[in-house]
């Protein structure tokens, strides 16, 4: 008897697994890949569920491991879902809830995929999953921890495959084979407080901090790169906490967040941040402070034997080619590519994170029927 990925998914979609609770869904998944034969470990840490499963030899040379997540966004405005968020309906040929797109069907398609395969078809080899709990948190405690684990225990993955959904309309139109960092920088501007009337006896932080935020927001960055679009610098908020019309403030806050590609490095523009922030101070008087979060650095597989296997399959499973691009956010790819090349693909990510999340039951199935192809050739 083949394993469901439908069934699976909407299984999971059960568990009410808002990060950083469970729910659930590890435990179900333990159960499944241990009577499949996977030896499996819970490597939580900080109050952080993760699981480690393997199928075959420890430390062998051809590993093929799965990276993904089964925790899951909150569900927003509950009112405004037409049906229940962890109820896992199915109608009209898809099925419905929190997660059932980012990413439990891309997990339980590559679940059921290795079960099938490993009983039937028992590699010379070792099949891993990595699944995390923190990846739509802080993401501190979820692949991180996986991955200091796996290094402490002398576990480790050949390649890796991440489950995310990587095509924006069409299931094989897109995989991904890196991705763009992420910066958010924190700046704070502090002058003199004073009466609008006398704007001669303050010193406005606002006129700084618009001065700054102009100069970056009209700065290229660059021009893109061989596999990237060109970076990009967005204003997301500007803050005084100030009520009254006829005061000066005396400080002002603003956050900007940066796509780069690889160009720059976090180090790189958290230093033209401060140079830029340092001659809007020195020009008009006003102290201005930058504190900075690198969320992850971009990365490139570049395309090689990994990339080319799993383009084969989609290919052959879906009629499309799909294109290697490296658009989008962040996703747990970033931290397994200091472990082994990894590339991303899973199915279309038009419904994830929004009221009424949903997947079409045919896509999963063709999911399931890509990672398998993908391990038969890569085992072959």
Avoid at 107 to 125: E, H, L, Q, S
Avoid at 200 to 221: C, E, I, S, T
């Amino acid at each position: 008897m083949t394993t469901d990925p439908v069934e699976l998914t909407a299984a999971l979609v059960r568990c009410p697994s808002v990060t950083p609770v469970e729910g659930g869904a590890l435990v179900l998944l333990q159960d499944l890949l241990e009577d499949a034969g996977f030896a499996c470990w819970r490597v939580d840490r900080a109050g952080i569920a993760n699981l480690y499963a393997r199928w075959g030899e420890k430390g062998h040379d051809r590993s093929f491991g799965f990276n993904g997540h089964t925790d899951v966004v909150p569900l927003g405005d509950e009112a405004a879902w037409t049906v229940d968020p962890f109820g896992a309906e199915i109608k009209d040929g898809f099925l419905y809830g929190r997660g059932a797109t980012d990413m439990k069907s891309g997990v339980a398609a590559f679940a059921a995929a290795a079960v099938d395969f490993v009983k039937d078809t028992p590699p010379d080899g070792s099949v891993i999953l990595a699944i995390t709990g923190d990846e739509e948190g802080d993401a501190l405690d979820g692949t991180t921890a996986l991955l200091d684990w796996m290094k402490a225990e002398g576990e480790a993955m050949s390649v890796c495959l991440v489950g995310e959904p990587t095509s924006p309309n069409e299931m094989g139109e897109m995989m991904k084979i890196g991705r763009r960092g992420s910066l958010t920088a924190y700046i704070k501007a502090v002058g003199v407080q004073g009466h609008s009337a006398y704007p001669h006896r303050a010193k406005n932080p606002l006129h700084a901090m618009v001065g700054l935020l102009d100069q970056l927001a009209g700065h290229a960055l660059d021009q893109g790169t061989e596999h990237f679009d060109a970076s990009t610098l967005a204003i997301v908020t500007v803050d005084t906490g100030n009520p009254a019309t006829n005061v000066i403030p005396a400080e002002c806050k603003a956050t900007v967040n940066i796509r780069f590609n690889d160009a720059h490095s976090g180090a790189s523009l958290t230093k033209w941040l401060e140079g830029e922030a340092a001659k809007v101070a020195e020009a008009t008087g006003v102290a201005i402070e930058v504190a900075v979060k690198v969320s992850g650095e971009s990365f490139i597989t570049p395309p090689g034997d990994l990339s080319a296997l799993v383009a084969k399959a989609v290919q052959v499973e879906t009629n499309r080619v799909p294109e290697m691009s490296t658009t989008g956010g962040t996703s747990d790819a970033r931290f397994v590519k200091d472990h082994c090349p990894v590339v991303e693909f899973g199915l279309v990510g038009k419904t994830m994170h929004q009221v009424d999340e949903r997947v079409e039951v045919a896509q999963i199935h063709q999911l399931k029927s890509i990672y398998t192809r993908i391990l038969q050739d890569y085992f072959a």
